[in-house]
């Protein structure tokens, strides 16, 4: 196996995978007039989420990495908004508005923690 890249190794980048190949799936399912509003604003929110992890962890700081994971919370917050959003004009069932919500909290508090670790480098 090669070499894991710091972010590879963080349960919350993984999860996070998990949760855009699952939007992915929801997306495909959505009406198709809402291909260029939901749905596009759902994909790009929930592929930042993964992508700032893993950009933060290149950063040399612990300023600059928190900045990342605030980047990939607010990402994450979006997607949840698309969910509800989602849910209120019954484009998706009451269980994959339920999955989705439950990822979206573990992964919220993954990014807390981790966002919390990379502050306390800081000083």
């Known amino acids: 196996?090669?070499?894991l890249f710091s972010f590879e190794k963080l349960d919350v980048w993984h999860e996070a995978r998990k949760f855009y190949k699952i939007i992915h799936k929801v997306i495909s399912e959505l009406p198709h007039h809402e291909r260029y509003v939901i749905c596009t604003?759902?994909?790009r929110a929930a592929l930042s989420v993964s992508?700032?992890?893993a950009e933060g962890t290149s950063r040399k700081t612990g300023k600059d990495q928190a900045h990342?994971?605030?980047?990939a919370f607010s990402s994450l917050m979006e997607c949840l908004n698309y969910t509800i959003l989602s849910n209120d004009l019954n484009y998706?069932?009451?269980e994959q508005y339920d999955e989705?919500?439950?990822l979206?909290?573990?992964i919220s508090n993954q990014l807390n923690?981790?966002?919390n670790y990379q502050m306390s480098k800081i000083g």
Do not use: D, G, V, Y
Not at 68 to 71: D, G, K, L
């Open 92 to 94: 998706i069932s009451i």
């Open 100 to 102: 989705l919500r439950q």
């Open 41 to 43: 604003q759902l994909q």
């Open 113 to 115: 923690a981790l966002r």
């Open 68 to 71: 990342f994971t605030s980047i």
């Open 1 to 3: 196996m090669s070499m």
């Open 51 to 53: 992508a700032n992890i």
């Open 104 to 106: 979206i909290e573990k």
